[in-house]
C-alpha cells in the first residue's frame, strides 16, 4: 500500500516562507519521479513542480518558478516544496503525488497522492 504524508502547511504572512515534506511509504521511491499541485477553493487542481526520480530534472509551473524549490532526499523517502515570497493567491490545499508516468505537468501522470496540507498566506 503506498502512502505519501504532506506536513508542513500553515498559516504565513506574504513575503514568508514555509517547506513543505512529504514522506512516502509502500513503493521504491527512488524508482519514481514526484510531483506537488495545489488546489485552491473553487478552483481546479493545478500543476506547482516535479522532480524525476534521481532529482536530475526539475519542472515548475509559470507561478512557482523563482519563487519555490523541489528537492528530494531518496535515501529519507521524502520529498520537500520549499516556498519564499509566498502571495495571497498562493492559499491552497498542497497535495504531493507520486507519478507513473510522463508528462509530469499532469495529473494524469500520477496514481498516487496524499491527503494534502492547507496553506494560508495572509495578505
Known amino acids: 500500500q503506498v502512502q505519501l504524508v504532506e506536513s508542513g502547511g500553515g498559516l504565513v504572512q506574504a513575503g514568508g516562507s514555509l517547506r513543505l515534506s512529504c514522506a512516502a511509504s509502500?513503493?521504491?521511491?527512488?524508482?519514481?519521479?514526484m510531483g506537488w499541485f495545489r488546489q485552491a477553493p473553487g478552483k481546479e487542481r493545478e500543476f506547482v513542480t516535479a522532480?524525476?526520480?534521481?532529482?536530475?530534472?526539475?519542472f515548475y509551473a509559470d507561478s512557482a518558478k523563482d519563487r519555490f524549490t523541489i528537492s528530494r532526499d531518496n535515501a529519507k523517502n521524502t520529498v520537500y516544496l520549499q516556498m519564499n515570497s509566498l502571495k495571497p493567491e498562493d492559499t491552497a490545499v498542497y497535495y504531493c503525488?507520486?507519478?507513473?508516468?510522463?508528462?509530469?505537468?499532469?495529473?494524469?501522470?500520477?496514481?498516487?497522492w496524499g491527503q494534502g496540507t492547507q496553506v494560508t498566506v495572509s495578505s
Open positions: 522532480i524525476t526520480w534521481g532529482g536530475g530534472r526539475t
Open positions: 503525488a507520486s507519478a507513473r508516468s510522463f508528462p509530469l505537468r499532469s495529473a494524469e501522470g500520477y496514481d498516487y
Open positions: 509502500g513503493r521504491t521511491f527512488s524508482s519514481y519521479a
